[in-house]
């Protein structure tokens, strides 16, 4: 079962209320949009976008109940400019982002983001785009891969990374995400619980579905979308895109610091749902 990250923090700090206009631009399965669009009633409308096509259709169906409350969008929401005004969204109260690829992402291994099973090696969130990891990993330069994991991974042995996948390749091309986790066991050796492989997955993930270029593009947007008093809440999953957050949030002069500091799962949360404990949240109301 979905469990939606810091749900009663998000709830809490973005303030829903009737009438008020919401954009879910990660609405993934519709766990926080549901929980949302009920504070909103009546009169209050949510616009959820999603690049992943099988994530819309299970949001489709968990909000089915909200009728022409919810308007959901295939996208991507660093268009959220475009596809805000095209359905009405253009004085909104609060947005929320939730950047955690989905848990039905991680466990389905034909989508392979994932080295606990053996898949194919995607990654893609938009399964219609060229670009997968399959391509990065076989056909992208070794000085390129290095690049990647260093900067998209902060992988400390990125440089060797990148030869032994250079050199594995050299025999065959690497299909499978169980290839790639044993190609790089020799220079990436487990450290405790974590799988020496984990940084090298990040950086493919990140890079196949830019996501740090499209958090860049859309911030600027999300916050010109705001009224004065709207908020927006960011969740992000790790250190690259909780920086980039941080510095828009305190670069703007029109936005006011909800919190001081970032807000994190209980313990309580992290034990019903481990998958939680990395998750950190900003909030940031426009003034």
């Given at each position: 079962m979905h469990q939606p990250v810091l749900l009663t923090e998000v709830v809490e700090h973005l303030k829903p209320e009737p009438n008020h206009l919401l954009i879910d631009g990660t609405?993934?399965?519709g766990g926080h949009a549901q929980v949302l669009l009920a504070r909103v009633l009546p009169g209050g409308r949510l616009l959820g976008i999603d690049r992943d096509a099988n994530n819309l259709a299970?949001?489709?169906?968990?909000?089915s109940g909200f009728g022409n409350s919810t308007v959901l969008v295939r996208g991507s929401y660093s268009e959220v400019k475009t596809l805000a005004y095209a359905h009405g969204f253009t004085h909104v109260n609060a947005i929320l982002l939730d950047l955690g690829f989905s848990?039905?992402?991680?466990?389905?291994?034909?989508?392979?983001?994932s080295f606990a099973h053996e898949g194919p090696l995607d990654m893609r969130y938009d399964q219609s785009q060229a670009l997968t990891a399959g391509v990065i990993v076989n056909?992208?330069?070794?000085?390129?891969?290095?690049?990647?994991?260093?900067?998209?991974?902060?992988?400390?042995?990125?440089a060797r990374a990148a030869e032994a996948i250079v050199t594995c390749r050299?025999?065959?091309?690497?299909?499978?995400?169980l290839q790639l986790a044993q190609c790089l066991e020799l220079v990436l050796p487990r450290m405790g619980k974590t799988h020496g492989a984990t940084r090298?997955?990040?950086?493919?993930?990140?890079?196949?579905?830019?996501?740090?270029?499209?958090?860049e593009r859309a911030l600027p947007d999300l916050v010109d979308l705001l009224v004065p008093g709207g908020r927006i809440a960011i969740i992000s999953f790790h250190s690259?895109?909780?920086?980039?957050?941080?510095?828009?949030?305190?670069?703007r002069s029109d936005l006011h610091l909800v919190n001081?500091?970032?807000?994190?799962?209980?313990?309580e949360e992290v034990r019903k749902n481990p998958r939680a404990r990395s998750a950190k949240l900003r909030v940031a109301e426009k003034i």
């Open positions: 609405v993934g399965l299970s949001a489709r169906e968990r909000l848990s039905v992402h991680v466990d389905d291994p034909s989508r392979g983001f056909e992208w330069s070794q000085d390129e891969l290095a690049r990647i994991f260093r900067q998209l991974g902060e992988e400390p042995k990125a050299r025999d065959a091309r690497i299909e499978t995400t090298v997955f990040q950086a493919l993930r990140i890079a196949v579905n830019d996501e740090l270029g499209e958090l690259l895109e909780d920086r980039l957050v941080k510095q828009f949030l305190k670069s001081k500091h970032v807000i994190t799962p209980s313990q």
